[in-house]
């Protein structure tokens, strides 16, 4: 079964309502809206490389975080779709959790004491293992 969440965190991406220290607002509007649908760690490496073009490229900023962007996606070309699929064990079975922010699944995961398999797209594991069509459900 899918499992959904609720109580979702903060967002990864700051606001003027939700803030986030060691994020600055990027400055190209695309930018922004694909940066905000990336995952914590993918969030962390588009800074990190777009602060090392910026700085060793001496290029300004919104163009190096345009390439950033494009290296994280070149990396992870899911990265931006919003939903993965987290394969995992729980209490000897398997499950499919669906999720829009892998590293919040990964700390509740840890948290009822289930292990990961692997990170896969939502649509084939749709087709695969439920026939095309598969009900939501939350998890814990």
Not at 60 to 66: D, M, N, Q, T, V
Not at 106 to 128: C, S, T, W
Request: proline share 7%.
């Amino acid at each position: 079964m899918f499992h959904g969440k609720s109580n979702r965190p903060t967002p990864n991406h700051p606001t003027p309502n939700h803030p986030t220290p060691n994020h600055p607002i990027p400055k190209d509007a695309i930018v922004i809206e694909m940066a905000d649908r990336l995952g914590a760690d993918d969030r962390e490496a588009f800074e990190e490389r777009a602060a090392i073009i910026e700085y060793d490229g001496q290029l300004p900023r919104a163009h190096a975080e345009c390439l950033a962007l494009l290296e994280v996606l070149r990396r992870n070309a899911r990265a931006v779709e919003g939903l993965q699929v987290l394969q995992a064990e729980i209490d000897g079975g398997t499950e499919w959790l669906l999720t829009s922010d892998l590293a919040f699944a990964r700390e509740h995961l840890a948290d009822i004491g289930g292990r990961e398999v692997a990170v896969l797209d939502p649509a084939a594991v749709v087709e695969e293992q439920y026939g095309g069509v598969a009900v939501l459900g939350t998890l814990g």
